[in-house]
């Protein structure tokens, strides 16, 4: 059984990587009851908590249903972090993550997120004061290192250990790769495999398949996988991979009935969480990966881009479940 702390994550746990405008909770509802077994929340500025932006204190909402989840944070200033770390432990999640991989210019290049990865000594100070600050489980998340010149995992790996993470996700690409090329598990499995490592190594990168799932904890012995991308508007990924690991059988795909009721589910909680014009807006981006593989389905998907009402976008949902209803996905 891995365990995150004192906390029990299953045999070989598939967590939902933590994305930013995805993983919100009626996203993260999906993934749950598909299957995801540790859900993250995106990543949450510690400037905007100190400073009570509503953005930032909206995405530390979370459900009994959810748990058990990470409040993830990042940020540059050292006691911003502390002082954001305090306002997670009040939220009362089972984990506090930090983030250290964040690629995007306006993160890395103010020093927070993969920005960090160039300073080794201030990523292991931040840790140490976080660790010391809470009494929640610290686990981080982070990349190979800034570029191709400079992959440390190893020692970000030993220095996060010995100021008491209890656990590390580490994306297989470097800072400059952004999402780009293939990611590299190689570097996960050394980190995974050395005998100074004792908290639970999980690899993120690139798993898009139940078969690649079973072949990397295979080939790299890590403690489990972290899904991002591959579980955007296809939550079943989850089970999907549970299902295969466990019998070496494929599922079959989620019916045309199951991903329009998923939909469906995921609009009415985007809009209960978001309000109407921001959860019909938001959704836009999970449209094509619900549908994918129906063919013909643009004309359908240009109309739930469109729509501007929660009730507009139903009725089209509704439309295309009776236009697919006799048909085979292609």
């Given at each position: 059984?891995?365990?995150?702390?004192?906390?029990?994550?299953?045999?070989?746990?598939?967590?939902?990587?933590?994305?930013?405008?995805?993983?919100?909770?009626?996203?993260?509802?999906?993934?749950?009851?598909?299957?995801?077994?540790?859900?993250?929340?995106?990543?949450?500025?510690?400037?905007?908590?100190?400073?009570?932006?509503?953005?930032?204190?909206?995405?530390?909402?979370?459900?009994?249903?959810?748990?058990?989840?990470?409040?993830?944070?990042?940020?540059?200033?050292?006691?911003?972090?502390?002082?954001?770390?305090?306002?997670?432990?009040?939220?009362?999640?089972?984990?506090?993550?930090?983030?250290?991989?964040c690629p995007v210019k306006k993160v890395a290049c103010k020093g927070a997120g993969a920005g960090i990865l160039q300073d080794l000594p201030k990523m292991q100070k931040m840790t140490e004061?976080?660790?010391?600050?809470?009494?929640?489980?610290?686990?981080?998340?982070?990349?190979?290192?800034?570029?191709?010149?400079?992959?440390?995992?190893?020692?970000?790996?030993?220095?996060?250990?010995?100021?008491?993470?209890?656990?590390?996700?580490?994306?297989?690409?470097?800072?400059?790769?952004?999402?780009?090329?293939?990611?590299?598990?190689?570097?996960?499995?050394?980190?995974?495999?050395?005998?100074?490592?004792?908290?639970?190594?999980?690899?993120?990168?690139?798993?898009?398949?139940?078969?690649?799932?079973?072949?990397?904890?295979?080939?790299?012995?890590?403690?489990?996988?972290?899904?991002?991308?591959?579980?955007?508007?296809?939550?079943?990924?989850?089970?999907?991979?549970?299902?295969?690991?466990?019998?070496?059988?494929?599922?079959?795909?989620?019916?045309?009935?199951?991903?329009?009721?998923?939909?469906?589910?995921?609009?009415?909680?985007?809009?209960?969480?978001?309000?109407?014009?921001?959860?019909?807006?938001?959704?836009?981006?999970?449209?094509?990966?619900?549908?994918?593989?129906?063919?013909?389905?643009?004309?359908?998907?240009?109309?739930?881009?469109?729509?501007?009402?929660?009730?507009?976008?139903?009725?089209?949902?509704?439309?295309?479940?009776?236009?697919?209803?006799?048909?085979?996905?292609?």
């Amino acid at each position: 059984m891995v365990k995150i702390g004192n906390i029990e994550v299953g045999e070989f746990p598939l967590l939902l990587a933590p994305m930013e405008d995805v993983s919100d909770p009626p996203f993260r509802a999906a993934c749950k009851q598909n299957g995801a077994d540790v859900m993250y929340t995106e990543f949450i500025a510690a400037e905007g908590l100190i400073r009570d932006a509503h953005k930032s204190v909206q995405k530390l909402d979370i459900y009994d249903y959810e748990r058990p989840i990470g409040i993830q944070i990042f940020g540059a200033n050292i006691e911003s972090m502390r002082l954001a770390a305090d306002i997670v432990e009040r939220t009362q999640p089972e984990i506090l993550d930090i983030n250290y991989g964040c690629p995007v210019k306006k993160v890395a290049c103010k020093g927070a997120g993969a920005g960090i990865l160039q300073d080794l000594p201030k990523m292991q100070k931040m840790t140490e004061e976080i660790v010391k600050r809470v009494k929640l489980p610290v686990t981080v998340k982070t990349r190979l290192g800034w570029d191709d010149s400079s992959i440390k995992i190893m020692e970000v790996a030993k220095r996060l250990q010995d100021v008491g993470i209890k656990a590390l996700s580490i994306h297989g690409r470097t800072r400059k790769q952004m999402y780009k090329g293939e990611a590299n598990w190689e570097p996960i499995a050394e980190v995974k495999n050395n005998p100074d490592i004792h908290i639970p190594i999980f690899g993120n990168g690139d798993i898009d398949t139940p078969e690649k799932a079973l072949e990397y904890k295979n080939r790299y012995g890590i403690d489990g996988i972290m899904i991002g991308r591959a579980a955007i508007g296809y939550p079943w990924i989850f089970n999907e991979i549970k299902h295969y690991m466990a019998t070496g059988k494929k599922l079959a795909p989620p019916t045309l009935e199951q991903r329009v009721a998923v939909c469906h589910q995921h609009l009415v909680h985007s809009v209960e969480w978001k309000g109407e014009k921001q959860g019909v807006f938001e959704m836009r981006r999970h449209y094509t990966n619900y549908f994918r593989g129906f063919h013909g389905f643009k004309p359908f998907r240009t109309r739930l881009v469109e729509a501007g009402s929660p009730q507009e976008v139903i009725d089209i949902l509704g439309e295309v479940g009776v236009h697919y209803a006799n048909k085979t996905l292609v």
